[in-house]
């Protein structure tokens, strides 16, 4: 009996011990550091201005510090994969981005694998790009954008923030989608390429609206579609290229939340909670609205869904159009 009672002892204890241990391994929320929200692109952009809104509220809502970081370099690349690298204390987010994610590994070595050294936490803003051409180039409808386009390879010119970038690989899938070739120009950011547009050096920008909408209501330039599959809420006499020639087609610049794959499950779970709180309240959706960008808050898997769906399309169209590296 008395050996009984000693079984049950040493049992009771470490089962205690055990429980112990993995109280103590359980991660804390929020981490005792600040906590970094990593933005690939220089301040001022849609990606900047989301990521401010989103972090000081998610701040506020934790009781804890969200420090944004701008890392501005090779369309956001270097950033991906410094997270990937970095820290798993859930110190670090990373306001990622449809080009690092979804388009540039079909490209290039970037130095990290998107599915496996980063975790899906949330999915962030959508937004349509707007196709916006110069008055001086006679095009007023996407009838004569396709027109102009067909008439004869390289016709029409289009501008990008960059080669891999939203903005040139939704020309390229327009280009694809109309059997033809159209001329790309490439800039190291949307103010150039915006700037070389306002002067006529080309046709025409499938651009992010915040940037393009102030110089269309100036009469500067002449909106022809937006690329989501539906008539945006902030634009809704402009059509969609899929209304207007091209059934289905959907392009749209995205930006979500991932950390890396290294951070704690719980942790992941915690941020996905507490931002999806933040995306649904309705101040934070009102003004990131004004911004030209709609909230997209999803689950963790949801979001490793679209991601693989987002990159399938892409790495079909880098591979048709035979896109490379500069």
Do not use: C
Not at 117 to 127: E, R
Not at 215 to 223: F, R
């Amino acid at each position: 009996m008395h050996k009984r009672h000693l079984l049950r002892a040493a049992a009771a204890a470490a089962s205690l011990a055990l429980a112990g241990a993995a109280h103590a391994q359980a991660p804390a929320f929020p981490p005792a550091k600040p906590i970094t929200l990593y933005v690939g692109f220089a301040p001022g952009g849609a990606a900047d201005s989301a990521a401010r809104l989103i972090a000081k509220k998610l701040g506020e809502n934790i009781g804890h510090s969200v420090v944004v970081e701008n890392k501005a370099g090779a369309g956001g690349n270097i950033v991906h994969q410094q997270v990937a690298q970095g820290p798993a204390d859930g110190t670090v987010l990373l306001f990622g981005s449809i080009g690092p994610l979804t388009i540039a590994p079909h490209m290039m070595k970037v130095g990290y694998d998107p599915f496996k050294d980063l975790a899906p936490i949330s999915g962030g803003v959508h937004f349509p790009n707007l196709l916006v051409v110069h008055p001086g180039a006679g095009i007023k409808t996407m009838a004569d954008f396709i027109a102009a386009a067909k008439k004869a390879p390289n016709n029409v010119s289009y501008a990008s923030t960059g080669n891999g970038s939203a903005s040139h690989l939704t020309g390229e899938l327009f280009a694809s989608r109309l059997g033809t070739e159209m001329l790309h120009v490439p800039y190291k950011g949307g103010a150039p390429a915006m700037n070389d547009l306002l002067g006529g050096r080309f046709t025409g920008y499938f651009s992010a609206p915040p940037t393009s909408l102030p110089h269309v209501e100036a009469g500067k330039l002449i909106p022809i579609a937006t690329t989501g599959l539906t008539r945006p809420s902030y634009m809704p006499n402009i059509p969609t290229v899929a209304e207007s020639g091209l059934p289905g087609f959907e392009a749209l610049n995205w930006y979500a939340f991932v950390a890396s794959a290294k951070t704690p499950a719980p942790l992941l779970d915690r941020y996905n909670t507490e931002l999806v709180k933040v995306l649904n309240d309705p101040a934070i959706r009102e003004a990131l609205s004004k911004h030209g960008l709609s909230p997209h808050p999803t689950s963790r898997a949801e979001l490793a869904d679209f991601m693989q769906k987002e990159s399938a399309k892409w790495e079909k169209v880098v591979k048709e159009r035979n896109i490379k590296p500069e």
